[in-house]
């Protein structure tokens, strides 16, 4: 097993009486794409500024490319790719020069800097937008700078917050697509969300957060084997007979899961079970066979959606 | 365990976490920056303490005759109050970028966050804003000087001396400007900058001796930045140079560090908590 490049023993953060991440425990392993699931509110943006050494931690142990945050900050940002939340780009200058300027902030030399630039400009399919202005770009476009930009140091760990969140379903694929790259060529991909499609997509690895805390710990597929059924049918009665033919459904299915609007059965074989709920004499008024997600996983984990 | 190692260095360790040495990447960007920004914005600052040598200095000076400096000098109306309005010039460059652009970069484009999120240190983005303010002061300052050449005001061969000086007194302004807006949350406590800077440009020894007012008042004045720099200008730009000089400078020398060393603490404490 390679060194990690992430090690983190019950690291924590507190605010005030608030606790934001309560004892968490993680390895990244270099090349490795690692997720961080969970709703908003669950400690995943604080835990990405403590790893990007921008947030010192109040417990807990952390070790970012074998070095101490709390002592060695700008030398563990020096080797960081950061794209955050919110886009920060620097609204004042041009495309292009965003990148330029970036690279400068790490000390290295315009001619390094001005080919790198170029690359990433290709790479982000904005080439053809260097001289524009960032307020003109759309909010795919603006994120793709964003990578771009958290590039041009060629960092050892790329750390992206919420990397899709606020785009257009095609401008999610696009951007999927150049992660998936960056990927494949190497680099240590640390992103924290709340899609479970984007998770499935991405990450090699992932622990789901609620509350602060790691609720569970693997590969997708393994989260699922583990923690859900093959399928999942999802049959709706409407609102207000929902909780009535529940009860009738009792025993169908390995689990079930009441929800407001639908009842889940979860099955090795969702038509099979459908098949049997119309034996019973009920009709739903729709019904979905479906393979299980992550979305499952964090719904049995926890009682709660991840998108609320 | 092998440790990875960090690039190499000459920075002690923990001046390394606020300083990278780097402080000429902020001064690179704000210089792009202002490229692209509207120029009539940037110059109008400069405008306005001509205006007030033009009207007030020749119109006014016409009825006043002369009036006796600090040191008992009789110069004329218009050459009395030009150093003062250089003085103001230095300021207005540097606390223009370094209070309402400050205040915009700090809290809405999150300018600032992003540098510190790179290995640039607090003291890095300090001290590059802050010579960007002073940029802006000393452009100012040296554009008033011309005027003030041209219409014959400097009295003697040290007003040279003002353009050093000049510096001194932006480089405070725009440090103490940074640092103090750094605490600044909402536009109306922006406002209470406007507050304080109007009556300490009316009241500084600006256009008249401070003599005039009862000696607390003076006091308070000469608690305040402007004075110093106003005396400073005068004694240049007059050649009635004393020992007073030293403790102008002293001045601006003590509101600099306490500047760069509050604003840097503030970005600390805002961005890498």
Not at chain 2, 30 to 53: D, I
Not at chain 2, 189 to 214: G, K, N
């Amino acid at each position: 097993m390679p060194e990690p490049v992430i090690t983190a023993r019950q690291l924590s953060k507190q605010y005030g009486d608030f606790t934001a991440v309560d004892g968490i425990d993680f390895d990244v392993a270099p090349g490795e794409s690692f997720g961080l699931l969970g709703p908003n509110g669950a400690g995943k943006s604080t835990t990405m500024r403590m790893v990007g050494a921008v947030s010192t931690r109040t417990g807990g142990e952390l070790r970012i490319l074998g070095l101490d945050p709390d002592k060695h900050g700008p030398d563990i940002r020096s080797q960081l790719g950061v794209v955050p939340q919110q886009d920060n780009l620097d609204q004042e200058l041009r495309v292009r020069d965003n990148l330029l300027v970036y690279g400068r902030y790490f000390g290295l030399p315009r001619g390094v800097i001005a080919e790198r630039a170029d690359a990433l400009l290709e790479f982000a399919q904005l080439a053809d937008r260097a001289k524009a202005k960032v307020d003109d770009l759309s909010g795919g476009m603006k994120r793709r700078l964003t990578i771009a930009r958290a590039l041009i140091n060629e960092p050892r760990i790329l750390l992206l917050d919420e990397p899709t969140t606020g785009l257009d379903p095609q401008a999610r694929h696009i951007l999927w697509d150049r992660l998936f790259r960056l990927k494949e060529q190497g680099t240590t991909l640390v992103l924290t969300t709340h899609y479970m499609d984007e998770a499935e997509q991405l990450c090699d690895r992932l622990v789901v957060v609620d509350k602060g805390r790691i609720m569970a710990e693997g590969s997708p597929a393994a989260l699922i084997r583990e923690y859900s059924s093959r399928e999942v049918l999802e049959v709706r009665f409407g609102s207000d007979k929902n909780a009535e033919a529940a009860e009738r459904l009792q025993g169908i299915g390995d689990r079930l899961e009441v929800l407001p609007d639908r009842i889940l059965v979860y099955s090795e074989n969702g038509e099979a079970e459908l098949e049997r709920i119309t034996q019973l004499g009920l009709e739903p008024i729709t019904s979905l066979v479906r393979r299980s997600s992550l979305e499952d996983v964090f719904l049995r984990l926890t009682g709660r959606s991840l998108i609320e | 365990m092998t440790a990875t190692q960090a690039p190499g260095t000459g920075i002690r360790r923990p001046a390394r976490a606020l300083y990278a040495g780097n402080a000429r990447a902020v001064v690179a960007r704000g210089l792009l920056a202002t490229r692209s920004s509207n120029l009539l914005v940037v110059v109008s600052g400069f405008f306005e303490p001509v205006f007030y040598l033009l009207s007030l200095g020749i119109g006014f000076g016409a009825l006043v005759g002369t009036v006796a400096t600090s040191t008992g000098q009789e110069v004329p109306y218009a050459a009395y109050i030009a150093p003062a309005l250089l003085a103001v010039s230095a300021m207005n460059g540097a606390i223009y970028d370094s209070t309402w652009n400050a205040f915009f970069k700090l809290n809405y484009s999150k300018l600032y966050q992003g540098m510190l999120t790179t290995s640039l240190g607090p003291l890095d983005v300090a001290l590059g804003e802050i010579l960007l303010a002073l940029l802006r002061g000393a452009m100012y300052a040296v554009g008033f000087m011309v005027v003030m050449q041209v219409l014959g005001l400097n009295l003697s061969w040290t007003a040279l001396l003002a353009l050093p000086a000049v510096l001194l007194i932006a480089f405070g302004f725009a440090s103490l400007g940074l640092g103090i807006t750094s605490f600044m949350k909402t536009f109306q406590q922006m406002d209470w900058i406007s507050f304080v800077m109007l009556p300490m440009f009316l009241f500084s020894a600006t256009f008249y001796p401070i003599t005039v007012y009862p000696e607390p008042i003076q006091w308070l004045i000469q608690a305040l930045p402007l004075w110093h720099g106003v005396e400073l200008i005068r004694a240049m730009t007059t050649g009635a140079i004393s020992g007073m000089v030293l403790v102008h400078i002293g001045y601006y020398l003590v509101m600099i560090v306490v500047g760069v060393v509050l604003t840097t603490r503030r970005l600390r404490a805002l961005f890498l908590a």
